[in-house]
């Protein structure tokens, strides 16, 4: 896994906690909604990259 997609994926689960609990103090459940579908994208793109090191592993 990339530095670049590490930071992405951090970057994405972690704006994503903090406009769902921006959703929450504000009672807003489509802010809630979003942060939580931008921590999904983190935790995919993290996934994915996980399953691409495995993949190169393989190959070595």
Request: proline share 0%; no cysteine; glycine share 8%.
């Given at each position: 896994?990339g530095i ?6 951090a970057?994405?689960k ?19 909604a ?12 993290q ?12 190959r070595?």
């Open positions: 896994m670049e997609d590490k930071l992405s994926a970057k994405d972690i704006a994503g906690k903090a406009e769902e609990l921006i959703g929450k103090a504000t009672d807003d459940d489509e802010k809630v979003e942060g939580k579908a931008k921590q999904v994208k983190g935790d995919v793109t996934a994915a990259e996980k399953v691409k090191d495995a993949a190169k592993d393989l070595d």
